[in-house]
């Protein structure tokens, strides 16, 4: 990624982050200013959001839903079956105990270049993970480097030029606010605070770092600056910490910088990128290109793609293996108490972060993992399912408060405190996600076959299986076992009497997502030869609950149990088809019939929609078998969003200058799906066999893909041209066979 101009916008800025900390750089000449920011930056503090007389309310609500009587339902559960206090203000949490993710300050420059600016360059470099500025000015080269260390959890700087003398600058530390300690002495800067707990007290408390070590000139401190003189190179060393990990912070980003004076550039620079490249270089993609493009600009080749994705391909492949590289920046799996990326990945500059930066979980933190397990990345799931195992808990709470129920349930956002209690309205807050998050456990499951894992996260399968068995009611028009009340996620329909509502019993989603958890933990339970008697009543329920998909007299995927007609058509939501992807009851091999009722439902909901969205609607198309559809949607999904070159005007959803997705705004989920997506186009494993090249565009007529997974344990390489598979390998266990399905045929290949 390269651009010709410094960042305006921090949508602009390039990401740099180890999973612990981040850096952003702007690339501005003078007034340069970087952002920081570290993954548990949070203000709030643990609560209880559990309405404790929540269940009494439900027998009442399942009556009036019975009756057909949602929007009456509706009013009820705004009125008892919410959160207790402020739940997350509605997004605005910063300052109550939900809290919110924030950035960490920012690492000011003020340079001194004499003479005007030519050749001027920034760079991300995704297959080392480092970022760069370069420009000459009076006749010198200048050239500066940044990376977040992927082997010492600190961030580096270097400034450099190609004459002795030329490095002049000021720097200092900024936070908009809770900052209560600085101290600049000598060629250090450190600085403290505490974070609003949301209840009139003191929350986490954070501390940082900054130590500047120059090679000649002279350096000085002035009014919290730290001001270098004449230096010809400067490397500067950046380490923050929070009190969330259990120690205290200032001692954490001390000991980090312990050996700062001994260390050099190059040593810190290849022990980083070995780590780094360890885990990045497991997937190749190379897709058939003229070549021509490499020479343009970044924010110029978006605009191009989405003109014509045929005339860039080289684009789709760097889009793909951005979203990688997010993966690896945004959690770091070896961490202690690692946290999966939120809403933000890692990543804000703000103190308020849109919608708390939290986790969103009717689709959003879900499709931040999507492409882990098949872009070959399956450790770095691992932060999540730790987060699913520890919500789990005070998800019991939740199932007692709301249902006095056993079990655990959550629902739709959460936060690092725990929270799992609904949100302040039911249209959007009363969507369980416990089912949904147990796919993960799952699905971590099928690609890595590691039994020990499974025999770890049982239980939580199971008693999320538990909660759902003790509150599903019986629908009185077909005699189904539902969930009730419910909704599907975010949307709403019009009753027969004209009233619009969202509460319902038994939408779609929660009717595939009920049954693949069952047969979840049925199968589990065989494997591990459990012989747990709790399979039975599974076994005997499954047989009642409503069939994944039921086709309405329209012929697409109907939403709820009645065919409602929808208030908004488009709707950026399409979890009916949960069960197309992330499931995988509905296909075009095992079930046509379905699978031509979700096209029907995708042309009905359109291309167009949040960045989140499109992402989605890429997975669909794949799992379709429609590469070029896919690929028209990846077009929209890089669509510009941006209006001038001075002003930030959103447009609506697409893709940022710096490859970031617009919900908009920033949402990094569109990127993780974005690329789960193209890796669904070149390989899927969910039917019971390998499919190679599934949903292959036409425009991606030749290309290699190496390292991708496959369920089972297999990775898999695939070579191709046009448009046929030429050469493939598949590895895993020795003497295993496997069923692959290849250039029309399915064949059997011994490992």
């Not at 559960?77 to 605005?92: E, L, Y």
């Not at 082997?151 to 606010?177: C, Q, W």
């Not at 930030?648 to 490859?659: I, Q, R």
């Not at 290309?703 to 046009?722: C, F, Q, S, T």
Request: glycine share 8%.
């Amino acid at each position: 990624m390269w651009y010709d101009k410094p960042a305006v916008r921090w949508e602009e800025t390039l990401p740099l982050g180890n999973g612990q900390i981040g850096m952003m750089p702007d690339g501005k000449i003078l007034d340069e200013s970087i952002v920081l920011n570290e993954i548990s930056m949070w203000s709030g503090s643990p609560e209880d959001p559990n309405n404790d007389n929540a269940y009494k309310s439900v027998d009442r609500i399942q009556k009036l839903l019975m009756a057909g009587k949602n929007d009456e339902a509706e009013i009820l559960v705004n009125r008892n079956f919410v959160t207790k206090g402020k739940g997350s203000g509605h997004g605005k949490g910063a300052e109550i105990p939900y809290g919110c993710f924030q950035n960490f300050g920012y690492l000011n420059f003020l340079h001194t270049i004499p003479g005007e600016v030519s050749q001027y360059k920034r760079t991300l470099n995704l297959a080392n993970a480092t970022a760069t500025t370069s420009f000459e000015a009076n006749g010198i080269r200048y050239l500066r480097e940044y990376f977040t260390s992927f082997d010492g959890n600190i961030g580096v700087v270097r400034l450099s030029a190609n004459k002795k003398g030329a490095i002049t600058f000021a720097t200092h530390f900024y936070r908009d606010e809770n900052v209560r300690h600085m101290n600049v002495t000598d060629n250090e800067m450190t600085w403290s605070g505490t974070l609003p707990d949301g209840k009139g007290g003191d929350g986490l408390r954070f501390a940082g770092k900054v130590k500047v070590i120059t090679k000649g000139g002279s350096h000085m401190t002035h009014d919290h600056q730290v001001i270098v003189k004449n230096a010809n190179e400067v490397l500067l060393v950046f380490a923050a910490s929070t009190d969330y990990y259990g120690h205290r912070p200032e001692d954490a980003v001390e000991h980090l910088l312990t050996n700062a004076a001994k260390w050099t550039y190059k040593s810190l620079w290849k022990a980083h990128r070995q780590q780094f490249g360890n885990v990045f270089d497991r997937v190749s993609l190379r897709l058939e290109d003229n070549g021509k493009n490499k020479d343009i600009p970044t924010d110029q080749r978006i605009q191009r793609f989405f003109e014509n994705p045929a005339q860039d391909n080289a684009m789709a492949t760097l889009y793909y293996q951005f979203g990688r590289y997010l993966s690896l920046s945004s959690t770091a799996p070896k961490a202690e108490k690692a946290l999966p990326p939120n809403l933000q990945g890692l990543w804000a500059h703000q103190i308020q972060t849109p919608w708390n930066g939290d986790y969103h979980l009717n689709v959003n933190a879900q499709m931040n993992h999507w492409g882990v397990e098949v872009n070959n990345l399956s450790e770095y799931h691992i932060p999540f399912i730790n987060l699913v195992k520890r919500i789990a808990k005070e998800g019991e709470k939740t199932a007692n408060a709301y249902y006095n129920a056993p079990g655990w349930v959550v629902y739709m956002m959460t936060n690092i405190w725990g929270y799992s209690a609904p949100g302040e309205q039911a249209s959007w807050g009363a969507s369980t996600a416990s089912g949904w998050l147990c796919n993960h456990l799952w699905e971590h499951y099928q690609f890595t076959k590691d039994e020990n894992y499974l025999a770890e996260i049982y239980p939580v399968l199971k008693d999320a299986a538990v909660f759902y068995h003790a509150t599903l009611v019986k629908e009185p028009k077909n005699g189904w076992w539902v969930t009730a009340p419910s909704v599907s996620p975010e949307n709403a329909f019009k009753m027969p009497n004209g009233k619009v509502a969202s509460v319902a019993m038994g939408p779609t989603i929660d009717n595939q997502i009920v049954r693949e958890l069952y047969k979840a933990v049925i199968e589990a339970n065989d494997i591990l030869q459990l012989q747990d008697p709790f399979v039975v009543d599974l076994e005997q329920q499954l047989r009642d609950v409503p069939p994944p998909v039921v086709v309405s007299s329209s012929g697409r995927v109907m939403e709820w149990l009645e065919d409602y007609a929808e208030v908004e058509p488009q709707h950026r939501h399409v979890s009916h088809l949960y069960g197309l992807y992330p499931g995988h009851f509905i296909s075009p091999v095992s079930t046509p019939e379905w699978a031509e009722a979700a096209k029907k439902t995708l042309l009905a909901r359109g291309d167009e929609g949040t960045g989140w969205s499109r992402a989605w609607k890429i997975l669909f198309w794949a799992r379709l078998h429609d590469g070029d559809h896919a690929l028209e949607i990846l077009r929209q999904l890089l669509k510009p969003a941006f209006k001038n070159e001075t002003t930030y005007e959103g447009v609506g959803a697409g893709t940022y200058p710096n490859l970031f997705c617009a919900h908009p705004p920033f949402q990094i989920d569109g990127n993780f799906g974005g690329s789960a997506g193209i890796a669904e186009m070149l390989i899927q494993s969910h039917d019971g066999y390998i499919h190679l090249l599934p949903a292959l565009p036409k425009a991606w007529y030749s290309g290699e893909v190496k390292g991708l997974k496959a369920r089972g344990n297999y990775i898999v390489d695939i070579r191709w041209k046009d448009g046929r598979v030429t050469n493939f390998k598949v590895r895993g266990k020795k003497g295993e066979t496997v069923g692959i399905f290849v250039n029309g045929d399915k064949i059997k290949k011994k490992i």
